[in-house]
Structures are given as C-alpha cells and as structure tokens.
C-alpha cells in the first residue's frame, strides 16, 4: 500500500469520525452529517479495502480507484438528498463488486460457499463481496420506494437505518482475516464448527435484522444470543488456533471489540422493550454500541488487510491496543455528548490511525505465505471445483 492511498483512508476515516460529532456545531435538523458518517467508513474506507484486498495488487487497480470515486459520489448525493443520482450509483458499484468477485473466485454463481472443501476464510471472503454488492442493489429500489413511490411502509426500514448494513461486508471480511491466520491442520470437530460459525453469523445476522423489522422481542433476544455464543466460540478458536504472528494480539483485541458490540446490542434489545426505555438511558448505550461497532471491530479488521504486505509492525503493542480501546470506549462515546471529548477523541484516533497505516516494518514472508494460501489455495482441488 503506497503513502498516497493510507493519506486518502486516514483522511476518510478521521473525517468519518468528525461528521458523528458535528451535531455541536450544526443542528442535525439543518444538516445530518450522520450519513457522511457513515458512508465515509463503512462504504468508502470500508468497501475500498475490500476490493484492493480482493485484488491483491500493492497499488490500487483501476477497478478499485472507480469504486472509490463512486462510492465517495454515492456518498454525497446520500447525504446532499440528491435521490435521482443515488438511485443510479449503486448499480455501477454493485458491478465492479461483482466483477471482482467473479475474477477472484472464478464463479458466476457462489457454488464455493457451499463446498465442504473450501475454506471458511474463502467463505467470509466471498460473503463479504456478495453482501455488498446485494446491499449497492438494494440500494436503488430503498430509496425510490422511500422517496418516489412510497409502496411499502415499515417504520423500521428507514434509510438511514438501511445504510447500516453497509457495516456487514466490512464485518465479514474481518471474520475472513481472522480465519485465514488459524491452523490449518484442525480436527474433523473443529472444521465442522468454524463451518457452522459461518453460517451461523451470516444467517443469524440476516434472520435478526427480520425479526427487527417484525418487531419480534423474543426472537431477536434469542438471536442475539446466539450470535454473542458464536462471537465467544470464535474467540476461544482464535486464541487456541491462531497462529503466532505478530498482529494476533490486535485482532484478538478487535473480537473482544465485538463481544462488547453483542452485549450492548442485546443490552438495548432488552432496554427497548422495557419501562426503562428513556433518552436518558438508550442514548448512551446505542452510542457505545455503534462506537464499539464500527471503530473498534471493524478497524481491527481493516486495519490489518490494509498492511497485509507489510507486517511485522507493531500492531501487538500494549500502547496501541490501549490507545484503541480509550478512544473507542471512552472518548468517543463522551464526545457524542460533550464537545471537549469529541475533539480529543478525533485527535486520538487520528494518531491511532497514522500508528496503524504508517509505522514501517520489513515484510513477513510467514503472513505473506499465509494470507496467499488463503486467497489461492493448493492446486490439488477436488475434481471440478474452481476456487
């Protein structure tokens, strides 16, 4: 990864922070800066990462710089309210996605995600593109049936609600990090379990948001539940099959980041449905849910596909995990609410970030062999299947 492009993510991902705080200076009823928040991390930094980590090249690709000029367009007209060309940008994304996907994996049609043979880092791999390129089309007929034609009304399903799930992909694919640097040789058991994590977190998640839009109290607890045991078995999976390279300390750091995301996700289930349910309480611990969500899971992954060439770095070090930690679970969510937090809290992440994409290393011949293996396995496959 060239200085040019860690310019371009630090500056994205630092004024992707900025716009959750710039409600003290601009009422949101004037201007939500929410939708730059959110777009700028999720899609833009997010969704980038993605495709130069499908690609695999050490410079960004045409294919991807076009991704990133349009998702920073798609992004913008979101946020200006300018529907007509927002309704036409996801589509072109949503291409390049696909076009990426099926130059990677060979395949039209997903046929790998149901292959016992394939390995489950693939699998994560694969989802991810799948999920956002299935988000970028979904995209179009949201907004015009929000909008234009008002065809379908659930109070749920709005579209800044529907923007979240622009985190998805960027989840999925820290999921698939995670599992490419575990140990190969495993036991029948633990294969059939890392197979059922899969599945088990791309349908859960898909079945919880159901349930949301339903507004079914039991069945999300249960859910939620369910995806907190499955975060928890591929935390002790990680520690016990992890291979001891240098960034483990920080993605176990970032699956300890999402254990805290699934209790307070189920914390304010809980909440909502309760006589407890005031501003005064469900503020604060959303904040700290989407915090924790997307700056504290989500960069662990990230950060580690976008220095994946580049390793050993210092990404195990006490003073960056702490870093981490106090600006996600402290400063941010204070500075939602206090405007003296929020500016420590940006400059605490700006230095976080420039530790996480600039500090030099020699490259890691063992995370390099690894993360190859992972996206190009043996040639010795079975008959028929094509990656």
Same mark, same amino acid.
């Given at each position: 990864?060239?200085?040019?492009?860690?310019?371009?993510?630090?500056?994205?991902?630092?004024?992707?922070?900025?716009?959750?705080?710039?409600?003290?200076?601009?009422?949101?009823?004037?201007?939500?800066?929410?939708?730059?928040?959110?777009?700028?991390?999720?899609?833009?930094?997010?969704?980038?990462?993605?495709?130069?980590?499908?690609?695999?090249?050490?410079?960004?690709?045409?294919?991807?710089?076009?991704?990133?000029?349009?998702?920073?367009?798609?992004?913008?007209?979101?946020?200006?309210?300018?529907?007509?060309?927002?309704?036409?940008?996801?589509?072109?994304?949503?291409?390049?996605?696909?076009?990426?996907?099926?130059?990677?994996?060979?395949?039209?049609?997903?046929?790998?995600?149901?292959?016992?043979?394939?390995?489950?880092?693939?699998?994560?791999?694969?989802?991810?593109?799948?999920?956002?390129?299935?988000?970028?089309?979904?995209?179009?007929?949201?907004?015009?049936?929000?909008?234009?034609?008002?065809?379908?009304?659930?109070?749920?399903?709005? $579209?800044?609600?529907?923007?979240?799930?622009?985190? %998805? =992909?960027?989840? @999925?694919? +820290?999921?698939? /990090? !995670?599992?490419?640097?575990?140990?190969?040789?495993?036991?029948?058991?633990?294969?059939?379990?890392?197979?059922?994590?899969?599945?088990?977190?791309?349908?859960?998640?898909?079945?919880?948001?159901?349930?949301?839009?339903?507004?079914?109290?039991?069945?999300?607890?249960?859910?939620?539940?369910?995806?907190?045991?499955?975060?928890?078995?591929?935390?002790?999976?990680?520690?016990?099959?992890?291979?001891?390279?240098?960034?483990?300390?920080?993605?176990?750091?970032?699956?300890?980041?999402?254990?805290?995301?699934?209790?307070?996700?189920?914390?304010?289930?809980?909440?909502?449905?309760?006589?407890?349910?005031?501003?005064?309480?469900?503020?604060?611990?959303?904040?700290?849910?989407?915090?924790?969500?997307?700056?504290?899971?989500?960069?662990?992954? $990230?950060?580690?596909?976008?220095?994946?060439?580049? %390793? =050993?770095?210092? @990404?195990? +070090?006490?003073? /960056? !995990?702490?870093?981490?930690?106090?600006?996600?679970?402290?400063?941010?969510?204070?500075?939602?609410?206090?405007?003296?937090?929020?500016?420590?809290?940006?400059?605490?992440?700006?230095?976080?970030?420039?530790?996480?994409?600039?500090?030099?290393?020699?490259?890691?011949?063992?995370?390099?062999?690894?993360?190859?293996?992972?996206?190009?396995?043996?040639?010795?496959?079975?008959?028929?299947?094509?990656?």
């Amino acid at each position: 990864m060239n200085w040019q492009f860690k310019t371009i993510l630090v500056a994205m991902m630092t004024t992707a922070l900025a716009c959750g705080f710039l409600h003290h200076l601009v009422p949101p009823a004037a201007i939500n800066f929410e939708r730059l928040h959110i777009f700028l991390f999720n899609l833009c930094s997010g969704g980038t990462l993605l495709m130069y980590y499908t690609e695999g090249r050490p410079v960004l690709t045409r294919r991807t710089l076009l991704f990133l000029t349009l998702a920073l367009a798609f992004s913008i007209c979101a946020f200006m309210q300018w529907y007509l060309l927002a309704t036409i940008i996801p589509l072109p994304l949503a291409w390049l996605v696909e076009r990426a996907r099926i130059d990677h994996f060979g395949s039209l049609l997903p046929r790998a995600l149901f292959d016992r043979h394939e390995p489950v880092a693939r699998k994560f791999h694969q989802a991810a593109l799948l999920c956002l390129s299935c988000g970028l089309v979904l995209s179009s007929p949201v907004i015009c049936n929000s909008i234009y034609l008002h065809w379908f009304a659930i109070e749920k399903l709005r $579209l800044d609600t529907f923007f979240l799930g622009f985190s %998805f =992909p960027v989840s @999925l694919i +820290s999921m698939s /990090v !995670i599992f490419s640097l575990m140990k190969k040789e495993a036991l029948p058991l633990t294969r059939v379990l890392k197979e059922a994590a899969f599945w088990t977190v791309n349908l859960g998640v898909i079945v919880f948001f159901g349930f949301i839009l339903a507004g079914m109290f039991t069945s999300q607890v249960a859910i939620a539940s369910l995806l907190f045991v499955t975060v928890a078995y591929i935390f002790f999976l990680y520690w016990h099959e992890g291979i001891p390279l240098q960034q483990k300390a920080y993605l176990t750091s970032g699956i300890l980041f999402l254990l805290v995301t699934s209790l307070t996700g189920i914390s304010y289930i809980l909440l909502s449905f309760s006589s407890w349910y005031t501003p005064e309480i469900s503020h604060p611990l959303l904040r700290l849910h989407a915090f924790t969500a997307l700056y504290g899971w989500n960069l662990s992954g $990230l950060a580690v596909i976008g220095r994946h060439g580049d %390793f =050993p770095l210092q @990404l195990h +070090s006490r003073q /960056v !995990i702490l870093l981490h930690w106090l600006t996600v679970l402290v400063l941010c969510p204070l500075g939602y609410f206090q405007p003296v937090f929020a500016v420590l809290a940006v400059l605490a992440y700006t230095w976080l970030l420039l530790r996480l994409f600039f500090i030099q290393g020699a490259v890691d011949r063992q995370l390099t062999a690894v993360r190859d293996q992972s996206l190009h396995p043996d040639p010795v496959l079975p008959p028929g299947r094509t990656g």
